[in-house]
């Protein structure tokens, strides 16, 4: 397919069936708040919380201000609690350095804490409709399915020439949104294309698993405060074993301090 073909293709079908969100359009913050809350997380999901989460702390100092154990609160149900702890700590990054206000391109974004090359791209993009090239699981869909027909085993490394050339510079963050519902709709139509590429790995059972075990201690140091094991032996239903290798672990990612025996959510 030519990139003018494509282009036409994926504007025609956002302007006929393009998704509508709360965070699209919204300022600079509630556009890095919804990047943060949708990485691995469907958008279904997120929109309640992305609506309350923004009704509490509208502007970063707001919830810079917060506790951690407040917003690991709110945060409860998203899964991913590292991605609460680091949007935290964006927030009083751009607080304290940067006068309040999001970073606009991806090299000063990529300097907070949790911001990576997608989500840095991401909101770049769509918050100040910087023409940066990024790439996530919709879009990757999008371009398997247009260009590599048949092809398994594609890499990013051949999706990135095609969205450099294809990139609408004149508005990219409508550009973006295109490509990602495109994506989505094809889901809906044929076998996900995102099965061809190189890089795609079903995800493992959530249930039972030591991410399950590491929320639900979160979960409960941020509903009942410090505890002790037992405490959370009894809120959490683990086993003793499996406890303390999760107390363990989220001690040495300075995510829980403990003194005296006592844990807490550390700020």
Known sequence: MKITEFRKMILSNYRQAGRKFPWRGADPWGV???EFMLQQTQTERVMRYWEEWMRRWPQPQDLADASMEEALRLWSGLGYNRRCYNLKNSA???TAEYDGKVPETPPELRLLPGI??????????FAYNYPSVFIET???STVI???FPGRDDVKDSEIFPILESALYKKDPRTW???????????KKLTENPGRRSAHYARQSSFIGSFRQARGKVIKALASIGSSNTE?????CGLEEEKLYRVLDRLEEESLVAEEGGIYRIKD
């Open 32 to 34: 890095m708040v919804s």
């Open 116 to 125: 990576g090359p997608y989500i840095a791209g991401a909101i770049a993009c």
């Open 138 to 140: 919709n879009i990757r």
């Open 176 to 186: 973006y949104y295109a490509l990602m519902d495109y994506g989505v709709s094809l």
């Open 145 to 147: 399915h247009c260009f």
């Open 231 to 235: 405490e959370l032996r009894m809120a």
């Open 92 to 94: 009083a990054m751009i």
